[in-house]
């Protein structure tokens, strides 16, 4: 399937393809238009839009979009609900909520700079996701929350 966000990713936008590919649909195409662009292409490409005003899988309330893919698609994994908090914090300027926030939000920005392509980005930020959801399962494991 397509899915399509903003370009210029960030801790979301590379948050939900990290999920999407990990947990909801393993042959996931990504698209990264402008953000006044998304829903237009969206429909021309039939293509699901996500992490961008008017989508469905958009922030709602005090959840970034990972949360939102994660409750639509009724995700009960441990260290993934574990992981969802860091990148919430992370991508809702909320640094304070968990720990890790900081320094993860701080790896996006670093990558961001170094990798301007967004395919690119993701491409290359997937292994990080892939590590922190390892931390994730290993603090879940060892009675974290």
Same mark, same amino acid.
């Given at each position: 399937?397509?899915?399509?966000?903003?370009? $210029?990713? $960030?801790?979301?936008?590379?948050?939900?393809?990290? @999920?999407?590919?990990? =947990?909801?649909?393993?042959?996931?195409?990504?698209?990264?238009?402008?953000?006044?662009?998304?829903?237009?292409?969206?429909?021309?490409?039939?293509?699901?839009? =996500?992490?961008?005003?008017?989508?469905?899988?958009? $922030?709602?309330?005090?959840?970034?979009? =990972?949360?939102?893919?994660?409750?639509? *698609?009724? @995700?009960?994994?441990?260290? +993934? +609900?574990?992981?969802?908090?860091?990148?919430?914090?992370?991508?809702?300027?909320? @640094?304070?909520?968990?720990?890790?926030?900081?320094?993860?939000?701080?790896?996006?920005?670093? *990558?961001?700079?170094? *990798?301007? #392509? #967004? $395919?690119?980005?993701?491409?290359?930020? =997937?292994?990080? *996701?892939?590590?922190?959801?390892?931390?994730?399962? @290993?603090?879940?494991?060892?009675?974290?929350?």
């Amino acid at each position: 399937m397509k899915w399509i966000t903003r370009s $210029h990713v $960030h801790v979301d936008r590379v948050a939900c393809p990290w @999920l999407i590919t990990r =947990f909801v649909d393993s042959d996931a195409t990504f698209l990264f238009v402008p953000k006044s662009k998304v829903l237009e292409v969206a429909q021309k490409e039939g293509a699901i839009p =996500f992490d961008t005003p008017g989508a469905e899988l958009h $922030h709602r309330g005090d959840l970034c979009s =990972f949360d939102v893919i994660i409750q639509e *698609y009724q @995700l009960t994994d441990k260290a +993934l +609900l574990r992981m969802a908090r860091i990148i919430n914090a992370a991508d809702t300027d909320r @640094l304070d909520a968990d720990p890790l926030a900081a320094g993860f939000e701080a790896i996006a920005v670093g *990558y961001s700079l170094r *990798y301007p #392509d #967004d $395919h690119e980005n993701i491409e290359r930020q =997937f292994e990080v *996701y892939d590590a922190l959801y390892a931390w994730c399962r @290993l603090d879940v494991a060892r009675g974290g929350e």
